[in-house]
C-alpha cells in the first residue's frame, strides 16, 4: 500500500498567517492527489484536486503544489473559517490512501 | 445540487452483519464510480470501497475485503454497503462519495471525492 504522510500533524497560527502543509507519498502517484478540509462532525469538503486545481467555489487562498512524492497545501491568509482538520488522498493506486491529518488550530 | 444521503447506520454486536445504503440525486448517478469511505471516532480517514458505474468492478480495503461487499442500483440511484463479520475496529462513520466520473467511455480522475454525504454511524460492541 502507498503510505502518506503529512507535516505538520497539528499547527497554531494567528488569522491572515500564512499556512503550508506538507504531503508526501512513499511511491510516486503522479498528480492523484487531492486536499479535503473537515470540521468537528461535518463530512471532508474537496478543497483541490489534481494536486493543484482549486475546487470550483473554494476561496483563492487555498492553492495546492506538487507531484510524484511531495506535495503542499497553502493557506495565504489563514481566516477564523479555515480552522480544521485537512487530509490529503492519493487515488492513484489501490488501496487509495489518506494522509494522518493536520489540524490547525488558533493560536 | 448534488445530494447524497446515506442510511442504516445502527449499534451492532460483533460478528453481527449491517448493510448501509446511500441515496444519491442532483447528477447522473449511473455516470460516476461510487465510494465508501469511513472514519473511527477522533481518528482519520480511511477509503473503504469503491464500485464501477456499472457495477461490474469494485475494489477493497485489505481488512475489509471477504466482509465487506458494495453494490449499487442505478434505478434507485442509491449505492450500498453489506458489511458481515463485524468487529469493534469497524466502528465508524460511514461516508458515499463521487469517485470516476465516466461517459462515452471517458473516465475523468479529477471527479474524485468531490461531493460526499453526511454519513452514518455504526458501532460494533455488546
Known amino acids: 500500500d502507498i503510505q502518506m504522510t503529512q507535516s505538520p500533524s497539528s499547527l497554531s497560527a494567528s488569522v491572515g498567517d500564512r499556512v503550508t502543509i506538507t504531503c508526501r507519498a512513499s511511491q510516486g502517484i503522479g498528480s492523484d492527489l487531492g486536499w479535503f478540509q473537515q470540521k468537528p462532525g461535518k463530512a471532508p469538503k474537496r478543497l483541490i484536486y489534481a494536486a493543484s486545481s482549486l475546487q470550483s467555489g473554494v476561496s483563492s487562498r487555498f492553492s495546492g503544489s506538487g507531484s510524484g512524492t511531495e506535495f503542499t497545501l497553502t493557506i495565504s491568509s489563514l481566516q477564523p473559517e479555515d480552522f480544521a482538520t485537512y487530509y490529503c488522498l492519493q487515488h492513484n493506486t489501490y488501496p487509495f490512501t489518506f494522509g494522518p491529518g493536520t489540524k490547525v488550530d488558533i493560536k | 445540487d448534488v445530494q447524497l444521503v446515506e442510511s442504516g447506520g445502527d449499534l451492532v454486536q460483533p460478528g453481527g452483519s449491517l448493510r448501509l445504503s446511500c441515496a444519491a440525486s442532483?447528477?447522473?448517478?449511473?455516470?460516476?464510480?461510487m465510494s465508501w469511505v469511513r472514519q473511527a471516532p477522533g481518528k482519520g480517514l480511511e477509503w473503504v470501497a469503491n464500485?464501477?458505474?456499472?457495477?461490474?468492478?469494485?475494489y477493497f480495503l485489505g481488512s475489509v475485503t471477504g466482509r465487506f461487499t458494495i453494490s449499487r442500483d442505478n434505478a434507485k440511484n442509491s449505492v450500498y454497503l453489506q458489511m458481515n463479520s463485524l468487529t469493534a475496529e469497524d466502528t465508524a462513520v460511514y461516508y458515499c462519495?463521487?469517485?470516476?466520473?465516466?461517459?462515452?467511455?471517458?473516465?475523468?480522475?479529477?471527479?474524485?471525492?468531490?461531493?460526499w454525504g453526511q454519513g452514518t454511524l455504526l458501532t460494533v460492541s455488546s
Open positions: 464500485i464501477k458505474v456499472d457495477g461490474s468492478d469494485s
Open positions: 462519495a463521487t469517485d470516476l466520473h465516466c461517459s462515452g467511455g471517458v473516465c475523468q480522475r479529477f471527479e474524485r471525492f468531490a461531493y
Open positions: 442532483g447528477f447522473t448517478f449511473s455516470d460516476y464510480w
